[in-house]
């Protein structure tokens, strides 16, 4: 089954992280159910808060996708090649982008990946799923503990380079860094927790999903009516 895309150019979706991701995907890639997805949890094997990004594996399943689990970390690169091959989606999720992009390339799955995503599949990445999309996945050091990775060449999917977890509580900080490090350079894109670039051929855009959305309104409305109260004196 092949999801709907009719573009011509990559179709990536990268997220900032899993929230509220299936609305967009549905939006964007149309019915999901029976489609074959490639779930690649490699970058989370090495945090503690990996088993959050395993899970999603499970919640694509209740959505009614096929999920075949990719790890190039433990599994033959001929088996890595082969379930990648036979997928009409490809996941990959977050946690270390240099541990990712490591085992990528030495089962040599960056390649196949890239000629996907060139013959259509789409490609989803969360996290440091988004930043290997990217040529070069150096700009995420400060956000991401290199463990003595030497690879700083990304799956170069797209020229845009996804900034994650902008305003986020545990990672907010190392976000702005880099923020602040590349200002003014149009291809890096920051991204808060619930939303995503949306690459469709040449045209890219940021989507917020609905629920996360309202809820940022909601919170801003609340700070302003905070900042006005605080304004107020009392005669």
Do not use: W
């Not at 599949?121 to 040529?135: I, K």
């Amino acid at each position: 089954m092949n999801v709907n895309t009719h573009v011509c150019g990559p179709t990536l979706v990268l997220a900032s992280s899993n929230t509220g991701l299936m609305p967009v995907l549905r939006r964007e890639l149309g019915p999901l159910r029976g489609v074959r997805m490639a779930f690649i949890p490699t970058a989370s094997t090495v945090e503690s808060y990996g088993v959050l990004v395993r899970l999603m594996r499970i919640r694509f399943a209740l959505a009614g996708l096929r999920v075949q689990m990719v790890d190039p970390e433990r599994m033959p690169a001929a088996q890595v090649c082969a379930r990648l091959q036979s997928s009409d989606i490809i996941y990959v999720g977050g946690g270390n982008t240099f541990h990712l992009m490591h085992h990528l390339h030495a089962a040599d799955a960056d390649d196949v990946i890239r000629k996907l995503v060139r013959e259509g599949v789409p490609y989803v990445g969360e996290s440091a799923g988004a930043v290997v999309a990217s040529d070069d996945i150096s700009y995420i050091a400060p956000m991401d503990e290199n463990r003595g990775h030497k690879r700083m060449r990304g799956l170069a999917l797209t020229r845009f380079h996804v900034i994650p977890h902008v305003g986020s509580v545990s990672m907010g900080s190392s976000a702005r860094r880099i923020v602040a490090m590349h200002a003014g350079q149009q291809d890096y894109v920051p991204l808060f927790n619930g939303q995503a670039l949306v690459v469709r051929g040449h045209v890219a855009r940021i989507a917020s999903m609905p629920l996360v959305e309202q809820f940022r309104r909601l919170r801003n409305a609340c700070r302003e009516c905070m900042h006005s109260a605080g304004k107020m004196h009392v005669h």
